[in-house]
């Protein structure tokens, strides 16, 4: 038998797996330690087969200096707290660190290195047929838990030229990664920006892409705007508001946290250009929507001050008014007579970053649960196909829930729904139980707390 969280490193081909389960957890990032530890509790035995390493998107996936976005109190799990100033940005090997802990401590059944590669549903018996790199499995049940950023996007207009270095954010590290010249990056949501800080910092020349965005302030009267969106509800919002649906966030816990101001970014030596539009012959060609976008975002991170403000009178609360938040640095010239075109080559750009984002693949999932856009039809992760379930994706009941401490209270919802569905498919009807003791526990088992399934005579009681 395969050892159980095996060693972060070792990468195993040869495990052995069981050859039923009940329910199966595909992918153990922090989704997937999450379920497991609803499901233990439970007492649903389940297995989580991971294809490569537990909180693999962190080590691999991730550049070398990222940190966390929300501060070590507030990017966790309600079980665990990160042995560190709670207010600090923990680096993401503090995050792969804190999920191989969990798994340890919660006890997780998970098997690195395995590789979920096709899932069928059964046709003449319950449950799927689960192929994996090692073997096949029967499962009654999936928990699909790949995460919800998995085949990096880049956009068809992404230029043919074969001088150009082009990576997207998923696979950029550091500096150094890219030859000498100046960078383009696209897109400006919190990878987009930190990384063009970061390059700019080590010296290079940068152009920055600003699309539609939100941009909270890193604190407001001594909170962190995790805080406020907190009390405000607003991560447990249902859907995104009306025309934010496309809109990215751009935040950074990077040295010790800050807000993300394009106005300072352009006063630090970051040229700021408006949406990518298309390349023309080694000219990029960007929309005239640069003071837009940027203007929206200033509208967001004021309406975040009002909405603090107005909750501080309503509650009466002790934090200090902070003013000068309200106060922006000069427009720049960047802004105010935006670049519509550059020349790469003129420029001197040998690098493009395509900070464009992530979408999903479940082409291994052979089940009927997707819609025309193959996106999985489901209810708070419960799917219209009986037995498939989804965690972590984005907005997938809550606004929290693509994020660390939102996927927790989903797949605390999801262990809920599997718990009651495991508890009907055990009822037995009189006629198949054969001994008292065996009718107690059918009944006694699926609704613990009622006398009248006790008796098994319900009609007596009322
Ligand atoms: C740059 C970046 C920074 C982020 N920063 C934060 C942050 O600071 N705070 C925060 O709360 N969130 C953050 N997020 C969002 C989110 O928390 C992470 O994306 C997180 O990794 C999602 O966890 P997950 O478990 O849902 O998915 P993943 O971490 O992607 O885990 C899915 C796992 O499934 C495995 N897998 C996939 N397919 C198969 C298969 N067929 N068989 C077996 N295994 C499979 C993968 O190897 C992977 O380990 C960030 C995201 C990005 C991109």
Request: with cysteine; aromatic share 8%.
């Amino acid at each position: 038998m395969a050892e159980l969280n095996q060693a972060a490193g070792q990468k195993r081909t040869d495990v052995e797996i069981e050859k039923t389960i009940d329910t199966l957890v595909v992918g153990a990032g922090q989704a997937g330690v999450a379920m497991s530890e609803h499901l233990s509790k439970h007492g649903v035995p389940h297995l989580v087969l991971e294809r490569k390493r537990i909180a693999e998107a962190w080590r691999t996936g991730r550049w070398d200096s990222l940190v966390a976005n929300g501060p070590a109190w507030h990017d966790r799990f309600p079980g665990l707290e990160f042995d560190l100033d709670p207010e600090a940005f923990v680096t993401k090997e503090q995050v792969v660190a804190y999920f191989e802990a969990y798994a340890g401590k919660i006890n997780a059944p998970i098997r690195t290195g395995v590789e979920v590669k096709k899932v069928v549903r059964n046709t003449d018996t319950s449950g799927f047929t689960v192929e994996t790199s090692a073997g096949v499995i029967q499962a009654e049940r999936v928990v699909v838990a790949t995460g919800p950023f998995q085949r990096p996007v880049v956009p068809s207009i992404a230029p043919q030229e074969e001088k150009l270095i082009q990576i997207h954010s998923a696979e950029y590290r550091n500096p150094e990664q890219l030859p000498e010249g100046t960078v383009l990056v696209v897109g400006a949501g919190s990878s987009g920006v930190q990384i063009a800080d970061e390059l700019e910092r080590a010296g290079k020349k940068v152009y920055l892409s600003v699309g539609p965005h939100d941009r909270p302030p890193r604190t407001y009267r001594n909170r962190d705007y995790c805080w406020w969106l907190g009390v405000f509800g607003e991560w447990d919002a249902e859907a995104p508001k009306a025309g934010k649906e496309h809109v990215t966030i751009s935040v950074s816990g990077t040295r010790g946290g800050h807000t993300v101001d394009f106005r300072n970014l352009a006063h630090q030596g970051i040229t700021l250009v408006g949406m990518t539009k298309r390349f023309n012959e080694g000219v990029a060609i960007f929309q005239p929507d640069l003071a837009d976008n940027v203007a929206r975002g200033d509208e967001n991170y004021l309406s975040l001050l009002d909405a603090a403000d107005s909750y501080v009178t309503r509650n009466g609360l002790d934090l200090p008014e902070e003013p000068e938040a309200r106060k922006f640095l000069p427009d720049p010239k960047c802004l105010t007579h935006p670049l519509l075109e550059l020349d790469l080559a003129e420029a001197g750009v040998t690098a493009i970053i395509w900070a464009t984002g992530y979408s999903v693949d479940f082409s291994w999932l052979k089940v009927d649960t997707f819609d025309e856009n193959g996106k999985p039809k489901h209810q708070r992760g419960v799917s219209s196909e009986s037995g498939i379930y989804f965690l972590g994706l984005p907005w997938l009941s809550r606004r929290g829930s693509s994020f660390i401490w939102g996927v927790w209270h989903d797949a605390k919802h999801i262990a809920d729904q599997i718990g009651i569905q495991s508890k009907y498919l055990a009822y037995r009807d009189p006629s198949q139980l054969k001994t008292e003791t065996e009718r107690e526990k059918n009944y006694g088992d699926a609704f613990p707390d009622s006398e009248v399934w006790k008796t098994g005579k319900p009609g007596e009681t009322t």
